[in-house]
């Protein structure tokens, strides 16, 4: 199964307990480290953390940096427990738009981590689902494919991660029921659960929940083999 998550909220939740927006991402954090590690007891086979969207660039330059940092320090900081776990870092998003330090980051982690067969985590980070299937479109167009004559397939296998199979389940955060630009493309099919709690507060249980419901929901339309791991 593969469970796709808008982790939105974080300034809310800060504004909430009058604290600056960047203490808010910091939550953030802890609660995307809370999630990997539940999705990963749980057996889940690929998590998609949509992190940084390529909107995200209109923030003020403080908020971006610190964003950025804090993807660095998890990514050098988790390498232990992604070997323990076995859990192989992908990256989603266009890797030339991004600060060099933190693409060398993703890139050294994703290598590190590539021979790894547990649960995949897939951070979209400078992504955008329009922007992918662009890039997706110039791919191909570079490869000489003949553009008239063009297949679904053909595009699906030009996206960031051709072999990840696309989200059954999208997740949001912080109650808007909005797509925000998130797999566009993947997501065509996938069940959509909002959650009124913010990115902070959110717990192992919360996922447990909305996999849960997405369950429940498939079973009532049929679609055994949807549900299938
Ligand atoms: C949305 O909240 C959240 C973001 C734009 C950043 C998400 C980043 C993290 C959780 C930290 C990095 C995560 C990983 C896994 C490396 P918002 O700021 O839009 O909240 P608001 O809508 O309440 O203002």
Redesign the pocket.
């Known amino acids: 199964m593969h469970v796709g998550i808008i982790?939105?909220?974080?300034?809310?939740?800060a504004q909430q307990r009058g604290l600056i927006?960047t203490q808010?991402?910091l939550e953030?954090?802890k609660?995307?480290k809370r999630i990997v590690k539940a999705a990963s007891d749980m057996g889940l086979q690929y998590l998609t953390?949509y992190?940084?969207s390529t909107e995200?660039w209109k923030r003020a330059a403080e908020e971006t940096g610190f964003?950025m940092g804090?993807?660095k320090q998890?990514l050098r900081g988790e390498m232990n427990f992604y070997r323990q776990n076995h859990i192989r870092i992908r990256h989603a998003g266009d890797a030339a738009g991004l600060p060099p330090d933190i693409a060398a980051e993703i890139a050294t982690a994703a290598a590190d981590t590539k021979e790894f067969s547990g649960m995949q985590v897939i951070?979209a980070l400078n992504y955008g689902g329009r922007d992918e299937l662009v890039r997706a479109v110039r791919r191909l167009a570079g490869q000489g494919h003949d553009m008239a004559a063009v297949a679904e397939e053909d595009i699906a296998a030009c996206m960031d991660n051709p072999d990840v199979p696309d989200p059954d389940l999208i997740v949001r955060s912080?109650g808007e029921y909005r797509m925000s630009n998130f797999l566009l493309w993947e997501g065509a099919y996938a069940e959509l659960y909002v959650s009124a709690k913010?990115?902070p507060d959110w717990t192992g249980e919360d996922l447990a929940g909305a996999i849960d419901a997405y369950r429940n929901r498939s079973r009532r339309f049929g679609g055994i083999a949807a549900n299938g791991g």
């Open positions: 982790m939105d909220g974080n300034g809310r939740w927006r808010g991402h953030g954090l609660a995307a953390l992190a940084f995200n964003i804090l993807v998890y951070l912080a913010f990115w």
